[in-house]
């Protein structure tokens, strides 16, 4: 039934939506910011199953934390929760060219990936990013309609 695979990519994004809307003690007055989903369209169409959420807290100084490294066609949804310090977020785009972005305070993102998406804080150890993710795999190029 379609029906429940669409509940539990349904539900880990909701979840991951309002977590980026709940303040924390140190968040200024912009929790949200309008660059959600970067500004692209995406065809919800194209996601073939929900792969995994996740959550962490990456330090500066510490090595990139790596979400994805496959070779498969992801969507990755990001929420910066709490942050005092930039995230470097790299990855492959989905014509296999490297991408880096610099991600400041919280938000919502997402990307569309081919097999590689790293978490990076800059700065020494006393920055921090506290973040989430949810991995939406995509159907092959050959299964789309």
């Given at each position: 039934?379609?029906?429940q695979p669409l509940i539990r990519i349904a539900i880990p994004l909701a979840l991951l939506g309002a977590g980026a809307s709940l303040p924390s003690p140190s968040a200024n007055a912009q929790v949200f910011?309008?660059?959600v989903f970067n500004?692209?369209?995406f065809d919800f169409g194209?996601?073939?199953s929900f792969e995994s959420m996740g959550s962490g807290t990456q330090r500066g100084g510490a090595a990139?934390?790596?979400i994805v490294d496959d070779t498969d066609r992801h969507t990755v949804v990001i929420t910066i929760l709490?942050?005092?310090t930039d995230a470097?977020?790299?990855w492959k785009s989905a014509d296999g060219s490297p991408q880096t972005?610099?991600?400041h305070g919280t938000t919502v993102q997402a990307f569309q990936i081919a097999g590689l998406f790293k978490i990076e804080a800059l700065g020494d150890d006393t920055r921090s990013v506290k973040y989430g993710y949810v991995l939406l795999r995509l159907k092959n190029t050959k299964d789309r309609i």
């Open positions: 039934m379609i029906r910011n309008a660059q500004a692209q369209v194209q996601i073939d990139p934390k790596t709490e942050s005092n470097k977020i790299s972005t610099f991600i």
